[in-house]
């Protein structure tokens, strides 16, 4: 017997970034053995058609009601910091952690869980460069600037754009196993697993020999470096060391 897919609404809102909404997007729309994993909505205020900060058009599935029947509700980024969301917003996110689905703030979506109440008392994160406001605005909240993302309790929150795909695969993780999500990762070429607990340096500077250096060309003796060489980064055990994740291998062309 097939079961239903949990359903995740995508929730956006005015001005949203693109990459921000791929990020959710591209890891609930996944298709794993000829199905999908999820079923995903997107879901805007009055289930209106949507304009990003440039260049895009999103076209809902409904409006806010589409949310009281998700087991999974994603609010991928915040268009403006000082903006509290609508009520009927706060309302429909209230809603769902009351009946125990799970409620995502990506990136500054935190914000959004923040100002519905959802993470007083609670741990959270959210992008580094939020730090000091964030702390001002929501002083109930436990922020964890060394977390990629934080589970509390089905609030689930996460660091910058980049920590928002671990944070997706985490929850299909829990919903599929491992198997699955690594399956989701590798077709979208990103490692398997990052430690939910510790954030990758931003501060470490990149080791001297792993520097890339474009030549224009070598001796006859070593011969050529073709401009269609492979570069193959690969992860170590997936688990990545600050500053010193990547081997990168050159094949060459022999002149």
């Given amino acids: 017997m097939n079961l239903k897919p949990p359903m995740v609404a995508l929730i956006m809102y005015p001005d949203f970034s693109p990459f921000h909404f791929s990020v959710p997007y591209l890891v609930f729309s996944a298709q794993v053995a000829d199905h999908p994993s999820f079923d ?5 205020p009055g289930g209106q058609p949507l304009k990003a900060e440039r260049a895009m058009t ?46 995502v703030g990506l990136c500054y979506g935190a914000y959004v ?13 959210t992008h580094w460069m939020a730090e000091k406001g964030f702390c ?6 436990r922020l964890d600037m ?4 934080v589970d509390e309790d089905r609030l689930i929150t996460s660091a910058g754009t980049g920590a928002g795909l671990d944070c997706c695969l985490y929850l ?4 599929y196993g491992p198997k699955i999500a690594n399956k989701v990762a590798r077709t979208m070429v990103i490692p398997p697993i990052a430690r939910g607990d510790r954030r990758n340096s931003l501060s470490s500077p990149w080791p ?26 690969t992860w170590r055990h997936g688990r990545p060391r600050a500053a010193a994740r990547l081997r990168v291998i050159f094949s060459k062309r022999r002149a």
């Fill in 40 to 44: 995903l909505k997107i879901v805007t």
């Fill in 58 to 103: 999103v076209q809902p599935d409904g409006g806010l009601e589409m949310a009281d029947m998700a087991d999974i509700l994603v609010v991928p980024g915040w268009h403006d910091l000082d903006a509290r969301p609508a009520p009927e917003l706060v309302a429909a996110l209230v809603r769902a952690y009351a009946r125990g689905a799970h409620v």
């Fill in 136 to 141: 001002l605005r929501f002083p109930r909240v």
């Fill in 146 to 149: 060394n977390a990629l993302y």
């Fill in 208 to 233: 001297p020999r792993h520097r890339i250096h474009r030549s224009t060309g070598c001796s006859t003796t070593c011969g050529k470096i073709s401009t269609s060489s492979t570069v193959l980064m």
């Fill in 113 to 125: 869980l923040a100002y519905a109440g959802l993470l007083d008392g609670k741990r959270a994160s």
């Fill in 172 to 175: 299909v993780r829990g919903y």
